[in-house]
């Protein structure tokens, strides 16, 4: 392998620039160059790219966000598409890729993998965790931790107003940062989809809770944290009609796109590099079309799959408890 290329595609995360360096150092260490695509694969099929030398990636693994720029690319669910990011490939005599990404990124390494023998990896970067083959995603430990930090501030507030607040969290369709970040913040309730779906006039399992808490006694706050998507019109329209529902005033906030930002926590700069080491000393070994993760801290290679194949599990454990506690 003498020439390999790099990008970072859909949401960015907290470690996708940890990740980028560590490909960097570890390719210089092999005498291998290396060609970073900016904004996604639209850098691919566009040809904007620039050689990233050890010097390029210095001093910035506390960074958030990607120096390649990250962006969804809807030319490359086109054959079209494909091909002309198999054709980049080709004239610049690239011998592998490696995709730092969630799996809407690893569909489209697949796409391109039709058109181009060179090799493929994928590295698991988004800040939603919902990827099998990786215990954590680069940037969910970050995001936790932002959402921790915002549920505590509002914890305060509520409390001195004695208030319901609904916090709305990221995550796609998966529940893995509102579980987390609702069982750190001491969350009084967790709405993810793992639960189930929630229906418009049938808040009951939302309500009771409420009720049965102190907050109706007027002597504290109640914190729902909840997983965007699941309720129609979000937490926003939930906190209207609970309000309907009990009479109670109920706030909501969400948190948004701060949860994607900022600088990553140790443990997503740890991982970040530790995979980006894995995956160019994994291509030396002839690996393909797979994703570099780590499961019980060892790292190792998972098939690359596309969106829609997932069966990475929520901690049943966590899930069992909070149900448990929140019915009480
Ligand atoms: O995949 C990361 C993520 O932040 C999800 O949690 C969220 O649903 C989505 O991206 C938001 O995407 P956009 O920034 O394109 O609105």
Same mark, same amino acid.
Request: hydrophobic share 40%.
């Given at each position: 392998?003498?020439?390999?290329?790099?990008?970072?595609?859909?949401?960015?995360?907290?470690?996708?620039?940890?990740?980028?360096?560590?490909?960097?150092?570890?390719?210089?260490?092999?005498?291998?160059? $290396?060609?970073?695509?900016?904004?996604?694969?639209?850098?691919?099929? +566009?040809? &904007?790219?620039?050689?990233?030398? *050890?010097?390029?990636?210095?001093?910035?693994?506390?960074?958030?966000?990607?120096?390649? @720029?990250?962006? =969804?690319?809807?030319?490359?669910?086109? +054959?079209?598409?494909? @091909?002309?990011?198999?054709?980049?490939? =080709?004239?610049?005599?690239?011998?592998?890729?490696? $995709?730092?990404?969630?799996?809407?990124?690893?569909?489209?390494?697949?796409?391109?993998?039709?058109?181009? @023998?060179?090799?493929?990896?994928?590295? *698991?970067?988004?800040?939603?965790?919902?990827?099998?083959?990786?215990?954590?995603?680069?940037?969910?430990?970050?995001?936790?931790?932002?959402?921790?930090?915002?549920?505590?501030?509002?914890?305060?507030?509520?409390?001195?107003? +004695?208030?319901?607040?609904? $916090?709305?969290?990221?995550?796609?369709?998966?529940?893995?940062?509102?579980?987390?970040?609702?069982?750190?913040?001491?969350?009084? %309730?967790?709405?993810?989809?793992?639960?189930?779906?929630?229906?418009?006039?049938?808040?009951?399992?939302?309500?009771?809770?409420? %009720?049965?808490? %102190?907050?109706?006694?007027?002597?504290?706050?109640?914190?729902?944290?909840?997983?965007?998507?699941?309720?129609?019109?979000?937490?926003?329209?939930?906190?209207?009609?609970?309000?309907?529902?009990?009479?109670? +005033?109920?706030?909501?906030?969400?948190?948004?796109?701060?949860?994607?930002?900022?600088?990553? $926590?140790?443990?997503?700069?740890?991982?970040?590099?530790?995979?980006?080491?894995?995956?160019?000393?994994?291509?030396?070994?002839?690996?393909?079309?797979?994703?570099?993760?780590?499961?019980?801290?060892?790292?190792?290679?998972? *098939?690359?799959?596309?969106?829609?194949?997932?069966?990475?599990?929520? &901690?049943?454990?966590?899930?069992?408890? %909070?149900?448990?506690?929140?019915?009480?």
């Amino acid at each position: 392998i003498r020439r390999i290329g790099v990008l970072t595609s859909g949401g960015d995360a907290p470690g996708m620039n940890a990740c980028i360096r560590s490909v960097v150092l570890t390719a210089a260490a092999h005498q291998i160059e $290396v060609i970073g695509f900016s904004h996604g694969y639209n850098g691919l099929i +566009e040809g &904007d790219y620039t050689k990233l030398l *050890p010097y390029h990636v210095q001093h910035i693994i506390q960074l958030g966000g990607t120096i390649l @720029k990250s962006a =969804r690319c809807p030319a490359l669910q086109t +054959e079209e598409g494909a @091909k002309a990011a198999a054709a980049t490939l =080709r004239q610049l005599q690239l011998d592998a890729l490696l $995709v730092i990404g969630g799996d809407g990124s690893f569909k489209g390494a697949l796409a391109i993998a039709q058109h181009y @023998k060179g090799q493929i990896l994928g590295l *698991p970067g988004t800040i939603d965790n919902d990827v099998d083959g990786t215990d954590a995603t680069i940037g969910y430990a970050t995001a936790i931790d932002t959402a921790l930090d915002a549920i505590d501030k509002i914890r305060d507030t509520a409390d001195a107003f +004695e208030r319901i607040f609904l $916090v709305e969290l990221m995550g796609r369709h998966s529940g893995f940062i509102a579980l987390s970040a609702g069982i750190a913040s001491g969350a009084e %309730q967790i709405i993810c989809p793992e639960f189930g779906t929630l229906e418009p006039g049938q808040l009951d399992t939302v309500i009771r809770p409420i %009720q049965n808490a %102190q907050v109706l006694k007027g002597k504290s706050s109640y914190i729902i944290v909840m997983a965007e998507h699941c309720y129609p019109g979000g937490s926003t329209t939930l906190a209207a009609d609970i309000t309907d529902a009990i009479g109670i +005033e109920c706030r909501a906030c969400v948190l948004g796109h701060i949860q994607r930002g900022g600088s990553p $926590v140790g443990a997503d700069r740890i991982l970040a590099t530790k995979l980006g080491a894995y995956a160019v000393e994994q291509l030396l070994g002839g690996a393909h079309l797979m994703m570099a993760g780590e499961v019980n801290h060892q790292a190792g290679l998972y *098939p690359l799959q596309a969106s829609g194949e997932r069966k990475k599990r929520i &901690d049943p454990y966590l899930l069992r408890w %909070q149900q448990q506690v929140a019915n009480d």
